[in-house]
Nanobody, 116 residues
Framework: QVQLVESGGGLVQPGGSLRLSCAASGFTFSGYAMRWYRQAPGKERELVAAMSSSGGSTNYADSVKGRFTISRDNAKNTVYLQMNSLKPEDTAVYYC?????????WGQGTQVTVSS
C-alpha cells in the first residue's frame, strides 16, 4: 500500500521556521522525484519545490527561493522542506508528491499557518 505521510506543520509567527517531513512507503522511493506543493484558501495548488530522485537537482518557486530548502534521505524514504523566514502569505496546506514518468502519488497534506 502506497503512503505519503506529511508532518511538521503548525502555527508559527512571521519570521519563524518550520521543517516539514514526508515519509514514504509502499514504493521505491529512491526512484521517484519528489515535489512539495501548497494550496492556500481560494487559490490553485502551486509547486513550491522539487528534487530529482538522486537529490542532485532542485527547483524552487520564485516566491520561496532563498527561504525554503528541499532535501531527501533515501535511506529513510523521507523528503523534507525546511522553511525559514516564513511570511503570512506562506499560509497553506502543504502536500508532498512522488513522481516517476506517469506514476504519481500524493500525501494528505499538512497545514502551515503563519500569523502573529
Amino acid at each position: 500500500q502506497v503512503q505519503l505521510v506529511e508532518s511538521g506543520g503548525g502555527l508559527v509567527q512571521p519570521g519563524g521556521s518550520l521543517r516539514l517531513s514526508c515519509a514514504a512507503s509502499g514504493f521505491t522511493f529512491s526512484g521517484y522525484a519528489m515535489r512539495w506543493y501548497r494550496q492556500a484558501p481560494g487559490k490553485e495548488r502551486e509547486l513550491v519545490a522539487a528534487m530529482s530522485s538522486s537529490g542532485g537537482s532542485t527547483n524552487y518557486a520564485d516566491s520561496v527561493k532563498g527561504r525554503f530548502t528541499i532535501s531527501r534521505d533515501n535511506a529513510k524514504n523521507t523528503v523534507y522542506l525546511q522553511m525559514n523566514s516564513l511570511k503570512p502569505e506562506d499560509t497553506a496546506v502543504y502536500y508532498c508528491k512522488a513522481e516517476l514518468y506517469r506514476s504519481s502519488y500524493w500525501g494528505q497534506g499538512t497545514q502551515v499557518t503563519v500569523s502573529s
